[in-house]
Nanobody, 122 residues
Framework: QVQLVESGGGSVQAGGSLRLSCEAS????????MGWFRQAPGKDREFVVR???????????DYADSVKGRFTISRDNAKKTVYLQMNMLKQEDTAVYHC????????????WGQGTQVTVSS
């Protein structure tokens, strides 16, 4: 069983920045594929970004077009934590952000966090 705990959400004006964190349990975190998703009120959950399992500082990432150039995902395996740096935030980024984990290193996310609210105002 993997537990995921997100933090770092909050309210910010458009153009501002936030950094989300997702701390995971488990002994083989470096092998987890991790992702961030978001869900706005009345909308379906959507993919934001994912990061592959890593060996040292070697990993791959994949971003949704809507966040490319503004959001950056990273991971610290020693801290069992994935980060999402969000810059140049827009009102349409307002959502509950969830992190997810695939302990097998892929994109089959079977563990989900409870989410953290991000609200961007004009």
């Amino acid at each position: 069983q993997v537990q995921l705990v997100e933090s770092g959400g909050g309210s910010v004006q458009a153009g501002g920045s936030l950094r989300l964190s997702c701390e995971a349990s488990g002994r083989t975190f470096s092998m987890y594929g991790m992702g961030w998703f978001r869900q706005a009120p009345g909308k379906d959950r959507e993919f934001v970004v994912r990061i592959s399992w890593s060996v040292g500082n070697i990993y791959s990432t994949d971003y949704a077009d809507s966040v490319k150039g503004r959001f950056t995902i990273s991971r610290d395996n020693a801290k069992k934590t994935v980060y999402l740096q969000m810059n140049m935030l827009k009102q349409e980024d307002t959502a509950v952000y969830h992190c997810a984990a695939d302990p097998r290193g892929g994109n089959n996310y079977v563990y989900w966090g409870q989410g953290t609210q991000v609200t961007v105002s004009s």
